[in-house]
T-cell receptor
């Protein structure tokens, strides 16, 4: 009964380093999303993928890239990490127009 | 950007008290969702309201969608320590456009 699985759960990076956050869902959902959550700002959409093979920018895409590897997996890449990207990152999935199911997040600190 | 403001931002009450959390926007939404988030976990959907004026009840929780579909409220009756958490409203404007509010952090003291 996994739902949405995110790896890693915690990560510390130095400024300028790169890394990829992984997300996989087992609910056969078409749509997948990446959000960041910062104190006092709720969740903000970074990128989403409405279906396999498509990706679109959300509210705060700068500094990030995504890949929809297949229907199950959607990854988020930071090419050159900056301290402003310190946040908790959530992946979610859904069917079109339906409520989203969230993973437990990746806590990322950039020094 | 669709701005959804929640109030209050923080709320600390005694067990057994009632409370209301508000979610307000100047934008119209096709639906409004409420989530609860526990520390170290992702948000979990509580309810979705779709029709203006709609009221939904989930045990001691009552959710209302404003007539103009711009605002919503969450009322908890006889709060319990298990209700402690971060409550998030989220407005949907399209199939993939979900905008989250700033959150209300509720603490229920036994």
């Amino acid at each position: 009964n996994a739902g949405v699985t995110q790896t890693p759960k915690f990560q510390v990076l130095k400024t300028g380093q790169s890394m990829t956050l992984q997300c996989a869902q087992d609910m056969n959902h078409n749509s997948m999303y990446w959000y960041r959550q910062d104190p006092g700002m709720g969740l903000r959409l970074i990128y989403y993928s409405a279906s396999e093979g498509t990706t679109d920018k959300g509210e705060v895409p700068n500094g990030y890239n995504v890949s929809r590897l297949n229907k199950r997996e959607f990854s988020l890449r930071l090419e050159s990490a900056a301290p402003s990207q310190t946040s908790v990152y959530f992946c979610a999935s859904s069917e079109r127009g339906r409520p989203q199911h969230f993973g437990d997040g990746t806590r990322l600190s950039i020094l | 950007t669709q701005l959804l403001e929640q109030s209050p931002q923080f709320l600390s009450i005694q067990e057994g008290e009632n409370l209301t959390v508000y979610c307000n926007s100047s934008s119209v939404f096709s639906s409004l969702q409420w989530y609860r988030q526990e520390p170290g976990e992702g948000p979990v959907l509580l309810v979705t309201v779709v029709t203006g004026g709609e009221v939904k009840k989930l045990k001691r929780l009552t959710f209302q969608f404003g007539d103009a579909r711009k605002d919503s409220s969450l009322h908890i009756t006889a709060a319990q320590p298990g209700d402690t958490g971060l409550y998030l409203c989220a407005g949907q404007t399209g199939a993939n456009n979900l905008f989250f509010g700033t959150g209300t952090r509720l603490t229920v003291i036994p």
